[in-house]
């Protein structure tokens, strides 16, 4: 009888290494996450994610649960509250980034480094089923990344399903020289490239400084996030909210790098923002006009016929 306990112990001791190895490389092969590492790799390549700086989140479909169902852990690990609630992100999953753990080591070792998380019925605990070994955990943003995609789900008609953060080194550096306003933020970004009134119409939200990880930062996030898909936080980084990896990775990009352009036209120009030449109030409506794009008019002036009414 020991011996046959014996047996049947080393039998599932091998099943469930079997299993874990196979679980990991079905996983990885899964689209979505591909798409995932992809754009960890990606921001650790620009430089935005020193040491364990940043993290991601993507709400995933139900084809994506369905195909990484099969391999997802014999036990969930326990739920754990988020302080935070979404009762419209109940019995949801995400995939996510994991706390204290590297943008850099992401491809080299996903199981480790990203998991997935199940949300309970009620919308205020995550537990794990997927990945983040060796006791990991959600990234200590996930109250953020959650109270924001359930409020970009509901302003983009359930479209909105990736979350990015990052520390974009010129997006910081504004934060140091402009008032803290998304006005004056939006403006300068705006004017900094001609594009960028295409990519972000509604402008970008400023988040003052505040202490990062907890439920009053994801509330003042999210409340941003009713009308902004890319927010700034003070001497901090940039949250950006999209559709799939390609559109939220190219916001990161198109923001922190309308910044590095607005930055070095300052440096150049002796500190000042007082250009010589800018793009007008009205070359943004006309571009929104051409594209076929509704900007957002609280971020511009009065336009020049109502200004000499
Ligand atoms: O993951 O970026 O804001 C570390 C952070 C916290
Ligand atoms: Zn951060």
């Not at 400023?206 to 001497?235: C, K, L, S, Y």
């Not at 036209?265 to 000042?272: E, L, Q, T, V």
Request: with cysteine.
């Amino acid at each position: 009888m020991a011996f046959l306990d014996q047996a049947q112990e080393i039998l599932s001791q091998g099943f469930d290494t079997a299993r874990g190895a196979v679980s990991g490389v079905a996983v990885e092969q899964l689209g979505f996450v591909r798409g995932f590492v992809r754009l960890c790799d990606d921001g650790w390549g620009q430089g935005w994610h020193e040491r364990n700086g940043g993290n991601l989140t993507y709400r995933m479909r139900d084809e994506d649960v369905a195909a990484a169902r099969p391999f997802f852990n014999p036990e969930p690990g326990p739920w754990a509250p988020m302080g935070v609630q979404a009762a419209d992100l109940g019995r949801a999953f995400f995939l996510t980034t994991g706390s204290g753990r590297y943008m850099r080591n992401v491809a080299g070792d996903p199981a480790h480094n990203i998991g997935i998380v199940e949300i309970n019925p009620e919308g205020d605990a995550w537990r794990i089923v997927w990945g983040l070994t060796d006791g990991g955990k959600p990234t200590s943003e996930f109250p953020s990344h959650f109270m924001c995609h359930a409020v970009r789900m509901r302003a983009t008609d359930g479209a909105s399903r990736v979350l990015y953060h990052a520390h974009p080194n010129n997006v910081i550096a504004m934060t140091f020289v402009l008032p803290l306003e998304s006005r004056t933020f939006t403006r300068a970004l705006w004017k900094a490239m001609t594009e960028c009134v295409v990519v972000f119409p509604a402008g970008v939200g400023v988040v003052p400084w505040m202490v990062p990880g907890g439920a009053d930062i994801a509330r003042e996030t999210a409340a941003m996030m009713e009308t902004f898909d890319a927010v700034i936080w003070a001497q901090h980084g940039l949250f950006a909210a999209g559709p799939d990896f390609d559109t939220t990775f190219g916001l990161m990009h198109t923001v922190e790098k309308a910044a590095d352009i607005y930055v070095r036209a300052r440096a150049i120009n002796g500190g000042s923002d007082e250009f010589l030449n800018t793009i007008t109030d009205e070359g943004l409506r006309a571009i929104g006009r051409e594209f076929g794009i509704k900007v957002n008019e609280a971020m511009l002036g009065f336009p020049v016929a109502l200004e000499n009414d």
